[in-house]
């Protein structure tokens, strides 16, 4: 887990952009990210969704998204935890506790082979 424990929320795409590049330009990845897709995933947020899992490995996202949306067809991935609306106060504990208690980042899941939990 990162020593830096900096809360960053944005009401925005661009803004989440711009916070993440200038923490990644000085090495600080982040060590959790929280994308809510709100009440419908949109193609910019899709796109930016598979941007942050392609571009930061080594953070742990959790997305939540609405009741009625499919999951992406590459979301398999150990890194990733799906959670959907309404969100219940039970499913989120478990999704943190595995997150900052069990597995200090999603490379050490996936290499100890730990299954992700996803919230469903």
Not at 31 to 46: G, Q, Y
Not at 63 to 88: A, K, Q, Y
Request: aromatic content about 10%; charged content about 20%.
């Amino acid at each position: 887990m990162a020593d830096d424990s900096t809360l960053y929320t944005c009401n925005s795409i661009e803004s989440a952009q711009s916070l993440l590049e200038s923490a990644l330009i000085i090495g600080q990845s982040p060590s959790l990210i929280i994308f809510d897709h709100a009440d419908h995933a949109t193609e910019k947020n899709l796109a930016f969704s598979k941007e942050l899992h392609n571009g930061i490995p080594e953070s742990w996202i959790i997305e939540i998204i609405p009741d009625d949306m499919p999951l992406p067809e590459d979301s398999s991935d150990n890194g990733t935890f799906w959670i959907r609306r309404p969100v219940s106060e039970d499913e989120w504990y478990a999704t943190l506790e595995n997150v900052l208690h069990k597995n200090g980042c999603p490379q050490w899941a996936k290499w100890t082979g730990n299954k992700s939990y996803r919230g469903f």
